[in-house]
């Protein structure tokens, strides 16, 4: 029986398309300031051909790639990325809520379920969560950056559930990455939805433990799963 639901951030709270909108483009115009002019066709070929090999730090690797693996290029183009994230976060006013994510927490907490985060962001999302009024929904209140563990370390995972009261054996996980959220939680034998949205949707599983329990296209099916299914 599940009485636990684990929430990865980025794809089933926070949408994040217009961010990845913005990092490709900076990318791209990094690239053609210094004279390296990639159409959005060869951008797109590489991000997937890098996706569907389970990058580890896929902006770094696109940009490595790109700049034909030139070190001291990449290096100037990776902190031109990082320095101009508050500017993107700005634009894209810091959050982008999935469709009706408020209702479908309310009424998970009405259920009685027990929700927590588990996510690698930055700790200033937490404050943004808590303007949103998103953050009083989950029995842990913090992140990655707050607890110095990282996904896809199964550790990161472990110390949520002890934090929540949650056994892994009566909790699901629900994120959009292979990678980070489906292996580690399957590992733990905690139960795990796939959320297919953005850009990670095109990696596919290669082995059996990388298969997610239930993989769905909208945010709002989780609900119908937890409730219907035979968990």
């Not at 398309?17 to 060869?42: G, H």
């Not at 890098?50 to 490595?64: E, P, Q, R, T």
């Not at 993107?88 to 009706?100: A, D, H, I, S």
């Not at 990388?210 to 099916?221: G, M, R, T």
Request: aromatic content about 10%; overall charge positive; charged content about 30%.
């Amino acid at each position: 029986m599940i009485k636990n639901i684990l929430f990865d951030i980025g794809g089933p709270i926070d949408k994040e398309a217009l961010m990845d909108k913005l990092i490709d483009e900076q990318i791209i115009n990094s690239l053609k300031f210094f004279d390296i002019n990639i159409s959005k066709t060869k951008y797109i070929e590489t991000q997937n051909k890098l996706l569907i090999a389970f990058s580890k730090n896929l902006y770094k690797d696109i940009i490595w790639e790109l700049t034909d693996k030139n070190y001291k290029l990449a290096s100037i183009i990776e902190k031109q990325l990082y320095d101009s994230e508050k500017e993107r976060n700005k634009k894209r006013g810091f959050f982008e809520p999935q469709e009706n994510i408020f209702n479908i927490l309310k009424n998970l907490k009405r259920k009685k379920y027990n929700l927590g985060i588990v996510a690698n962001q930055p700790t200033r999302c937490l404050k943004i969560m808590g303007k949103l009024g998103l953050l009083d929904f989950f029995s842990n209140k913090y992140v990655s950056d707050s607890v110095n563990l990282y996904k896809p370390d199964e550790k990161f995972f472990l110390h949520v559930c002890n934090y929540i009261n949650a056994n892994p054996y009566e909790s699901i996980m629900i994120g959009d990455r292979i990678d980070n959220d489906i292996v580690p939680a399957k590992n733990l034998g905690i139960r795990t939805i796939r959320f297919m949205t953005g850009r990670y949707k095109i990696q596919k599983p290669r082995k059996k433990s990388e298969k997610a329990d239930f993989n769905i296209n909208n945010i709002s099916n989780i609900e119908e799963i937890i409730d219907n299914y035979d968990l």
